[in-house]
């Protein structure tokens, strides 16, 4: 009994463990994921394909002198419209096969308004379907487009729409900045994560066509710099798009830092980069980045540490599943031999009585 006693107590708190460890497992799971669907940006490629998949989102940060500009561009689309068209993809009518988008920051500025509020703003200089890639919220207005045909439209955030003129519903009022007329075409909110405004400061967010940006200073030729270049790019097989990415900017060094977007939350790319989790922080320091960038790499130190102890805790379950199976297999090896036993000496007798039965006793 006591044998008994001891065997059961220990198959309970063998199970217990388990239970607690698969419930701490999944906790984990739901918490990662959470944290790292927070980070929008990064699914820029799932919006495009409205969750079909197939395709890659890649981003470039580069290096102030790293010569990349506003005119390499087009020469990078025409590379990746023609590596794809190597591969016999081609793009569907109306439709853009590599939506990509290009940045930089311009500066702080002072900006103004008609009702003579002003307030300081950190404005950036975009181009292409820059907002397809941020998918900040909307709260009024539209966004600012290359196909726009007046060039002087701003997107701003709503810290920077109340400090001017106390609402959030401005759209087509006018600013100022350097004395330069530009004309409020959307606002968007205030960054939405924890780790989205540590990295975003305490200055308000304008967003401003590169045109516009040249006009802001008398040395506008630094605004054809492109600190950020982000592309989805289908992929027939397998890393096409990276791949293709990142030999398009290879010639680049250490002035360039290529994000595989599409990857970069996964539990494999992020166990992996948590056996080297001391360096996962360093980077070229010449290299600037934008803080949608810095707030997703905060998520993926934690995400790696996270999916590591949850794959350090699994090995309790995955180690009971070991032992249940010898278990079961040296149980299943005696009830065979006992059968086995069994069997011979039903035969044996068998055969006893049947010659008993023959040769008479």
């Avoid at 250490?254 to 990857?263: E, F, G, L, Q």
């Avoid at 905060?298 to 090995?315: D, F, G, P, W």
């Amino acid at each position: 009994m006591k044998v008994m006693k001891k065997i059961k107590i220990r198959h309970i708190v063998l199970a217990a463990a388990n239970v607690a460890v698969l419930t701490a497992a999944l906790i984990l799971t739901l918490i990662g994921d959470s944290l790292a669907r927070s980070q929008r940006y990064n699914y820029a490629a799932d919006r495009w394909t409205q969750g079909r998949g197939g395709c890659t989102q890649v981003s470039c940060f580069f290096a102030d002198d790293s010569g990349f500009i506003r005119d390499n561009v087009i020469s990078v689309r025409l590379a990746l419209l023609s590596s794809l068209e190597a591969a016999a993809v081609y793009p569907e009518d109306g439709k853009t096969l590599c939506p990509d988008a290009y940045s930089s920051p311009v500066g702080r500025f002072q900006v103004n308004c008609d009702r003579m509020s002003s307030a300081p703003a950190d404005i950036t200089a975009v181009g292409g379907e820059f907002f397809l890639f941020r998918s900040f919220d909307l709260l009024s207005g539209n966004y600012i487009s290359d196909k726009d045909i007046m060039q002087d439209g701003a997107v701003i955030d709503r810290a920077l729409a109340f400090r001017l003129y106390g609402s959030e519903n401005i759209a087509g009022m006018s600013i100022y900045v350097n004395n330069v007329k530009l004309r409020v075409a959307g606002v968007v909110d205030d960054p939405r994560t924890k780790y989205e405004r540590e990295c975003a400061g305490d200055y308000p967010k304008m967003y401003i066509p590169y045109e516009m940006a040249e006009k802001l200073t008398d040395t506008g030729e630094q605004f054809r710099r492109v600190s950020c270049y982000e592309v989805i790019v289908p992929d027939p097989v397998e890393n096409f798009g990276y791949n293709a990415v990142e030999k398009l900017f290879s010639s680049y060094g250490d002035n360039a830092m290529i994000v595989n977007n599409t990857d970069r939350f996964s539990s494999s790319v992020r166990v992996k980069a948590a056996k080297d989790l001391s360096r996962s922080g360093v980077r070229n320091e010449a290299v600037k980045l934008p803080f949608w960038e810095n707030a997703s790499r905060i998520v993926e130190h934690k995400l790696s540490v996270m999916y590591s102890v949850r794959r350090v805790i699994l090995a309790v379950p995955a180690l009971t599943a070991v032992w249940l199976v010898v278990k079961a297999y040296k149980w299943l090896r005696r009830k065979s031999k006992s059968a086995f036993r069994f069997a011979s000496d039903k035969i044996y007798a068998l055969r006893c009585r049947i010659n008993k039965m023959i040769h008479g006793s």
